[in-house]
């Protein structure tokens, strides 16, 4: 999994990016507020084809990863989808990095799903850093 995050985010791994032409991410995590069961799901970098997956989540469900530090340096992305017999996808766009992640030193991507054919993609400050459990591992 590593090595296809480390790919995806076109990064550095272990800590941050030392010219700072990057944020750190720390981790991953699809999320289904529908009601319908999601399949298939990945967050893909056109520019690498690398992606990351999850076979399935429920309603009200999520599946979440954590995963050494990687930087972001700005690859375009899309997330693809199956629910409820339909093939979907997000426009293909960059993360935007607020200024609560860039202060936080640390970010985790959430990809939410809130109905069939509709998701978002957030940049959120990690949790480790919210905490100040921040490292530089």
Known sequence: MLLLVSMLFGCSVNGPDPDGAGIRIDGLQFENR????ITSIQLMAPST?????????????????AFPDVT???????VTWNQGGGEYSTAVEELSVSDEVTAAGAGEVRVVVIAPGSAGILLVPSRGAVNG???DR
């Open 72 to 78: 972001y340096t700005g690859n375009s992305i899309i």
């Open 133 to 135: 459990l921040q490292s």
């Open 49 to 65: 084809g690398r992606f990351v997956a999850c076979g399935r989540i429920a309603p009200g469900a999520r599946c979440a990863s």
């Open 34 to 37: 529908t009601a319908s069961p």
